[in-house]
């Protein structure tokens, strides 16, 4: 059974990091691509950043050019999400997520994700 877990979600200052990880279970990171994406109160979901199934290949929404970058272990077969230089605006449950494909596409399409993890929350406050 496939399932995806994230961590390392909380609340953090402006201006601070934070990183989350995902760790799948029922299947190997290095042969799939895996997507981050988000959703704040209120709004819809969208596309945070997505990692080829090498590693070699990343996309980022232009909202977090520059202060996020993601990665992966596949020995540890996780992903991360670093965040730095976090806003109010970043504020989102974070979820990642996995479809099957090993190559990312500049678009961030929900519905080409089959497995879905819970969620894990970042409050951006001072």
């Known amino acids: 059974q496939v399932q995806l877990v994230e961590s390392g979600g909380g609340s953090v200052q402006p201006g601070g990091s934070l990183r989350l990880s995902c760790a799948p279970s029922?299947?190997?990171?290095?042969?799939?691509?895996i997507g981050w994406f988000r959703q704040a109160p209120g709004k819809e979901r969208e596309g945070v950043s997505c990692?080829?199934?090498?590693?070699?290949?990343?996309v980022y929404a232009d909202s977090v050019k520059g202060r996020f970058t993601i990665s992966k272990d596949n020995a540890k077969n996780t992903v991360y999400l670093q965040m730095n230089s976090l806003k109010p605006e970043d504020t989102a449950v974070y979820y990642c997520?996995?479809?099957?494909?090993?190559?990312?596409?500049?678009?961030?399409?929900?519905?080409?994700?089959?497995?879905w993890g819970q969620g894990t929350q970042v409050t951006v406050s001072s």
């Open positions: 990692i080829s199934s090498s590693g070699d290949s990343t």
């Open positions: 997520a996995e479809g099957g494909f090993s190559h990312c596409s500049d678009s961030f399409v929900e519905d080409e994700y089959e497995y």
């Open positions: 029922g299947f190997t990171l290095e042969y799939y691509a």
